[in-house]
């Protein structure tokens, strides 16, 4: 046992030595690279956000819709389905205060008869709120009137 260790450490010095280099090197490298990274990120946020107060708010997303049904049809507003159904945004506070919904891009509806599920991205709010999703599912239920 006493020479396995006595030969673990004292043959290929060379290469351990040169192994040992490398991975401080190595090292040396990632850190540099992960603190240049972070100042880049301190330097946008400082940017989108100078000195003011950031917040983040869960928003109901509403879509929109344009045009008009064909005759006799209409849409079952309490069975839309939007998935997800919220959306986390981030801003400022002051902005972020006066929003109650996200709203869809408008979504054609003209001469419609059947049901349909469609992905619509989402309305951008305002410059400088940063939205988590970007795509939604919305499922529109279109029935008969009942006349």
């Given amino acids: 046992m006493l020479n396995?260790?006595?030969?673990?450490?004292?043959?290929n010095v060379g290469l351990k030595i040169i192994s040992l280099v490398?991975?401080?090197m190595l090292w040396f490298y990632v850190v540099s690279e992960l603190k240049k990274g972070s100042e880049e990120e301190n330097q946008f946020l400082n940017r989108v956000f100078p000195q003011q107060g950031?917040?983040?708010?869960?928003?109901?997303?509403r879509p929109i819709f344009v045009g008009k049904l064909k005759n006799g049809y209409d849409i079952v507003d309490d069975k839309?389905?939007?998935v997800p159904e919220y959306c986390i945004v981030v801003g400022t506070r002051d902005i972020l205060e006066k929003?109650?919904?996200i709203y869809t891009m408008p979504i054609d509806i003209g001469g419609t008869?059947?049901?349909?599920?469609?992905s619509v991205a989402l309305n951008p709010i305002a410059p400088g709120i940063y939205m988590e999703e970007t795509l939604v599912q919305v499922t529109v239920p279109?029935?008969?009137s009942p006349r």
């Fill in 4 to 11: 396995f260790i006595r030969k673990f450490f004292i043959e």
């Fill in 22 to 24: 490398l991975a401080f």
């Fill in 54 to 61: 950031v917040a983040a708010k869960k928003l109901l997303i």
């Fill in 80 to 82: 839309i389905v939007t």
């Fill in 99 to 101: 929003i109650r919904f």
């Fill in 113 to 118: 008869t059947k049901s349909f599920t469609r």
């Fill in 142 to 144: 279109i029935e008969k």
